[in-house]
């Protein structure tokens, strides 16, 4: 995943936000702020190249010292970020530097 060009389409606002990720940003008290801050300044911990209809990545990020993934994908046809879900992941399923799922 090309991770300038995705930070670059957030900075133009080129966001679109599925209806799933803003339904889990709700219920998980999370807000698009805060979501574009792991965007701009997390780190890509897993790539998708092969999801459809764009290739997706899991970024990690830190807001007051919780970690934060969001799951978002890039067109680079139109230079459009996708939101695709956002979670806070938990010990059951990550090891405790939260980028390392358990297997």
Known sequence: MDTNQLKKAIKNGRVEWQKH??????????TREEVKCVLLEGELIEDYPEDKPFQSG???????????????????RSNCCFIITVYRPDLEHFEQDYRTRKK
């Open 21 to 30: 990720s803003l339904e889990r940003m709700m219920e998980r008290g999370i």
């Open 58 to 76: 899991l970024f990690l990020g830190w807001i007051d010292g919780k970690p934060l993934h969001t799951v978002a994908s890039i067109d680079s």
